[in-house]
């Protein structure tokens, strides 16, 4: 099993200083520098991707989606944790204050080439 990271409504979260990041088409395409690979994304990852460019906590995250897209709370919240868990344990965000867990295994949004 793989060791990662729980991220939270408390956790904040950013772009890794070690990755590049291009968009073709719109979407985004991320390359993790450590751990090499190319991670495309969706619209709406590519959506909340942009967003990470400054540091933001995850509740703060969620509220400006909501804001955004009128969506319910709990849904929005929950989808933007399995999205940041999986960029997370792709190597592509920095999650000040994630938990250690054990076994994950997220990808929601991302596909790895």
């Not at 408390?10 to 991320?30: F, K, L, R, Y």
């Not at 994950?104 to 080439?113: D, I, R």
Request: hydrophobic share 40%.
């Amino acid at each position: 099993m793989e060791n990662t990271y729980a991220i939270s409504n408390d956790t904040i979260v950013q772009w890794h200083p070690a990755q590049i990041t291009t968009e073709i088409q719109g979407e985004v395409v991320a390359m993790s520098v450590v751990r090499g690979l190319y991670i495309g994304m969706d619209d709406m990852a590519s959506n909340i991707w942009r967003r990470l460019s400054r540091r933001h906590s995850v509740a703060a995250l969620c509220d400006e989606l909501g804001r955004e897209f009128q969506g319910d709370p709990a849904t929005i919240s929950q989808d933007v944790i399995e999205l940041l868990s999986g960029l997370h344990g792709l190597g592509i965000i920095v999650a000040e204050g994630a938990e250690p867990i054990w076994g994950f295994n997220g990808n929601s949004g991302v596909s790895k080439a």
